[in-house]
Nanobody, 121 residues
Framework: QLQLVASGGGLVQPGGSLRLSCAAS????????IGWFRQAPGKEREGVSC????????LYYESVKGRFTISRDNAKNTVYLQMNSLKPEDTAVYYC??????????????WGQGTQVTVSS
């Protein structure tokens, strides 16, 4: 069974940090680019970041530039999202998704389970 499971979310105070993990099963992650998305209550899903399969490029959306870092460990079949300087507006369910090409271009073909991130004092 193909699975992308996001984990590592939780409750954190403003200015704090979390590291999210996106663990793949049923396929190997090394041939795919992986993106992170988030969706807050009452809002549409928005992109967060993307990393290419060869680690040659990364993409960050404007709202998280300078605060979030995406990385991958193909040996562990996992992609990470390090989130620093968290703000209340970062509160959302975070999802990871697979791109069938190795670059951060084109559509996503598989979406994973989300993890809740809550930033509040």
């Amino acid at each position: 069974q193909l699975q992308l499971v996001a984990s590592g979310g939780g409750l954190v105070q403003p200015g704090g940090s979390l590291r999210l993990s996106c663990a793949a099963s049923g396929f190997t992650l090394d041939n795919y680019a992986i993106g992170w998305f988030r969706q807050a209550p009452g809002k549409e899903r928005e992109g967060v970041s993307c990393i290419s399969s060869s680690e040659t490029s990364t993409l960050y959306y404007e709202s998280v530039k300078g605060r979030f870092t995406i990385s991958r460990d193909n040996a562990k079949n996992t992609v990470y999202l390090q989130m620093n300087s968290l703000k209340p507006e970062d509160t959302a369910v975070y999802y990871c998704a697979r791109r069938p090409r190795g670059q951060c271009l084109g559509p996503y073909d598989y979406w994973g389970q989300g993890t809740q991130v809550t930033v509040s004092s």
